[in-house]
């Protein structure tokens, strides 16, 4: 294998969910450039125009398809995935945060991001994980966050949720990697998306922030591509429960 083909996502049909902007269209974006066929994902087909037109740009012609599902409602899943072609490679990619101290921090906000950032990305998993054991194939990525290490501040159920995933990855990744399937994580470090928006407009958050990454900047959500691809590539096929953190050097520091 050489150098090229190890990252070639032709003949590849990936699903990334949450593929209406930030992180998740960035990484369908990616894929397509290395030759999947993406499936784009949103809460409503009618948010993905602008990403459907990028992913088309970004590809040679292979097909792109959108599929809605509300991933508030995870038990709507399986019923869905049926409508979907075989799936090569999965990226659990969508999720939300709420901000608040743990006194103000409602269960219903708790159940809120633990149902859409934990399991939907089971249920995902197993709907889609399933055909791909029985064609001896597959490629998971769940995105994770460094609050799968960390505490976080003000950011209880996200930061369970985020750990939460990590763990689903390994015990994913124990069950199906003999299988052919390879199940992994994406910890992205602070990047400049919807999700970061209210930090970014706090000025002395934003400063703390930038100021403990090594790197001395906000990420971009193109900078987690590199991870993706590979994680999606042939490439990674002995890379078996891991998370991969893509940070800037927060973690190290
Ligand atoms: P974002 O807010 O721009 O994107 C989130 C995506 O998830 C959107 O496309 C949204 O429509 C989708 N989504 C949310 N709830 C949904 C639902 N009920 N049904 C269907 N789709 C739904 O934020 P970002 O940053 O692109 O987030 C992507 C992933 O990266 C999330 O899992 C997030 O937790 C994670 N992450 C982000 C970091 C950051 O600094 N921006 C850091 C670490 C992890």
Redesign the pocket.
Same mark, same amino acid.
């Given at each position: 294998m050489t150098a090229r083909t190890m990252f070639d996502l032709t003949g590849s049909t990936a699903l990334v969910?949450? $593929? #209406?902007?930030?992180?998740?269209?960035a990484i369908a974006i990616g894929l397509a450039a290395a030759g999947a066929s993406v499936v784009l994902?949103?809460?409503d087909l009618c948010?993905l125009d602008a990403a459907e037109t990028e992913v088309r740009q970004a590809g040679t012609g292979q097909p792109v398809l959108r599929w809605a599902?509300?991933?508030?409602h995870p038990e709507r899943i399986p019923g869905a995935v049926a409508h979907l072609p075989a799936i090569d490679i999965l990226v659990n990619? $969508? #999720?939300?945060?709420r901000r608040a101290p743990v006194a103000a921090h409602t269960f219903d906000a708790w159940r809120e991001v633990l149902t859409?950032?934990l399991d939907?990305v089971f249920q995902l998993s197993r709907a889609v994980g399933v055909g791909m054991v029985e064609r001896g194939r597959g490629k998971i990525i769940s995105?994770?966050?460094?609050?799968s290490f960390q505490g976080g501040v003000n950011v209880p159920g996200?930061a369970a949720s985020?750990h939460a995933v990590t763990g689903l990855t390994r015990a994913l990744a124990n069950e199906w990697s003999a299988s052919g399937v390879q199940v992994n994580a994406i910890?992205?470090?602070?990047?400049?998306?919807?999700?970061?928006r209210a930090l970014r407009e706090d000025p002395t958050r934003e400063a703390e922030i930038r100021q403990r990454i090594p790197a001395e900047r906000w990420?971009r959500?193109e900078d987690l591509v590199g991870a993706a691809v590979f994680l999606a590539s042939p490439a990674s096929d002995y890379v078996c429960g891991q998370v991969l953190v893509v940070d800037g050097g927060w973690m190290s520091r």
């Open positions: 969910t949450g $593929a #209406g902007r930030g992180i998740g269209r994902h949103g809460r948010t599902v509300d991933l508030a990619n $969508a #999720g939300i945060i859409v950032n939907s995105i994770a966050s460094l609050l996200y985020k910890a992205p470090g602070y990047i400049a998306t919807d999700n970061t990420g959500p």
